[in-house]
């Protein structure tokens, strides 16, 4: 296997911080085009998009042509959907809603082949490159990337216990469900809010472990990065060209009232 490119270049990212995006259109030609936009990475959501596995093949086979780099958010943390995606090619994967170090371990286990995990294992699928990777299955444990994601009060206070699992790349807040399970939702700039994912990002840094985030809009974002956040997303591929339409239609006064901010993603 080629060095896990996320690794070495989102997740090392020392002059300046990595910037990407969320893809939620499920469509291979928008993410295509998002991924000649400039952005480091992109999100290929399987939470929150109706992303199968075989339209995630689709994304990644759009984004493998392009210079940012993929990131698969899983629908869940389940070890055979962990497998699926694995095999379908994705070297980089997010986590959602892990609560506990065991969680994250066993998370970790997922994507790894015996002894250090219990991935199955299959001779011929898209990672290998249809069998034509000679050391696929000896390489492959070191070559995938994990990314642990933060979601609750809870998370955040066992952040170091699940940066300390063997395997876990970096940490990922996810400031809107962060919000509403702090019953503040809908409002990420409470400063209640905002003082939590503050704290995350000094946590994580005291122990040298990346962190990153999604904000909606550049002043969000920079606000995160302000705060010690190592990488981040902002918006989305919808959010964007949503926004954008907007933008235009009020230009020529034919805008509907819209809120003043744009969704998170």
Same mark, same amino acid.
């Given at each position: 296997?080629?060095?896990?490119?996320?690794?070495?270049?989102?997740?090392?990212?020392?002059?300046?911080?990595?910037?990407?995006?969320?893809?939620?259109?499920?469509?291979?030609?928008?993410?295509?085009? +998002?991924?000649?936009?400039?952005?480091?990475?992109? %999100?290929?959501? +399987? @939470?929150?998009?109706?992303?199968?596995?075989?339209?995630?093949?689709?994304? =990644?086979?759009?984004?493998?042509?392009?210079?940012?780099?993929?990131?698969?958010?899983?629908?869940?943390?389940?070890?055979?959907?962990?497998?699926?995606?694995? &095999?379908?090619?994705?070297?980089?994967?997010?986590?959602?809603?892990?609560?506990?170090?065991? !969680?994250?371990?066993?998370?970790?286990?997922?994507?790894?082949?015996?002894?250090?995990?219990?991935?199955?294992?299959?001779?011929?699928?898209?990672?290998?490159?249809?069998?034509?990777?000679?050391?696929?299955?000896?390489?492959?444990?070191?070559?995938?990337? %994990?990314?642990? !994601?933060?979601?609750?009060? @809870?998370?955040?206070?066992?952040?170091?216990?699940?940066?300390?699992?063997?395997? %876990?790349?970096?940490?990922?807040?996810?400031?809107?469900?962060?919000?509403?399970? +702090?019953?503040?939702?809908?409002?990420?700039?409470?400063?209640? %809010?905002?003082? +939590?994912?503050?704290?995350?990002?000094?946590?994580?840094?005291?122990?040298?472990?990346?962190?990153?985030?999604?904000?909606?809009?550049?002043?969000?974002?920079?606000?995160? =990065?302000?705060?010690?956040?190592?990488?981040?997303?902002?918006?989305? &591929?919808?959010?964007?060209?949503?926004?954008?339409?907007?933008?235009?239609?009020? &230009?020529?006064?034919?805008?509907?009232?819209?809120?003043?901010?744009?969704?998170?993603?």
């Amino acid at each position: 296997m080629t060095a896990n490119e996320f690794r070495e270049t989102v997740l090392q990212a020392t002059e300046r911080p990595a910037i990407g995006s969320w893809l939620m259109a499920a469509s291979a030609a928008v993410a295509e085009a +998002m991924g000649y936009c400039g952005f480091d990475f992109l %999100v290929v959501d +399987m @939470e929150h998009s109706p992303l199968h596995i075989a339209s995630t093949v689709e994304l =990644l086979r759009a984004l493998a042509a392009t210079p940012a780099v993929p990131l698969v958010r899983l629908a869940n943390s389940d070890q055979v959907l962990v497998k699926q995606v694995l &095999d379908a090619g994705a070297r980089n994967i997010m986590f959602p809603f892990i609560q506990t170090a065991e !969680q994250a371990h066993a998370a970790v286990s997922y994507t790894r082949y015996p002894p250090q995990g219990v991935r199955g294992v299959a001779a011929m699928h898209r990672a290998s490159h249809y069998g034509h990777s000679q050391h696929y299955l000896r390489d492959a444990n070191g070559g995938i990337a %994990v990314v642990i !994601q933060l979601e609750t009060p @809870e998370a955040i206070d066992a952040l170091e216990q699940i940066a300390a699992v063997p395997g %876990v790349d970096s940490l990922f807040v996810g400031p809107g469900d962060l919000a509403a399970a +702090m019953g503040h939702i809908g409002e990420i700039g409470h400063a209640d %809010v905002q003082a +939590m994912i503050a704290r995350a990002a000094s946590r994580a840094r005291a122990i040298g472990k990346p962190i990153g985030i999604v904000g909606g809009n550049p002043p969000m974002v920079q606000r995160f =990065l302000d705060y010690g956040y190592t990488w981040s997303a902002i918006a989305s &591929d919808l959010a964007l060209l949503t926004g954008r339409a907007r933008e235009w239609l009020d &230009d020529l006064g034919r805008g509907l009232r819209t809120p003043a901010s744009a969704p998170l993603y």
